[in-house]
């Protein structure tokens, strides 16, 4: 199975910055079309899509977060990346990464090839 850890999430005044980062244990890392999801409070069923980066490096993100967060990669050390800026009270919630599919269209979360990992919460507040 698929190994997730996330770090670096924590407590930020709107308007502050975090970067997030997620260890991929999957030798085929540098193949994979990478995700971060979030979790909001009291969503317990939902998960929001906000990054995706392929392994060409090409990015997509949701509305709600483009123009203030960055995902990016690095294949040397099986890591993703979410540099947050510009951040609001709405973006607190608890961020995961984890490997998805794509058809063209739409994209899923690969749980096929192993569990969410524990997710870093992300809480943002005066």
């Known amino acids: 199975q698929v190994r997730l850890v996330e770090s670096g999430g924590g407590l930020v005044q709107p308007g502050g910055s975090l970067r997030l980062s997620c260890v991929v244990s999957r030798s085929t890392f540098s193949l994979n079309t990478m995700g971060w999801y979030r979790r909001a409070p009291g969503k317990q069923r939902e998960r929001e899509l906000v990054a995706t980066i392929g392994p060409d490096g090409s990015t997509d993100y949701a509305d709600s977060v483009r123009g203030r967060f960055t995902i990016s990669r690095d294949n040397t050390k099986n890591t993703v990346y979410l540099q947050m800026n510009s951040l609001k009270p709405m973006d607190t919630a608890t961020y995961y990464c984890?490997?998805?599919?794509?058809?063209?269209?739409?994209?899923?979360?690969?749980?096929?090839?192993?569990?969410w990992g524990q997710g870093t919460q992300v809480t943002v507040s005066s």
């Open positions: 984890i490997e998805v599919g794509y058809t063209g269209t739409l994209y899923w979360p690969r749980t096929d090839l192993g569990p």
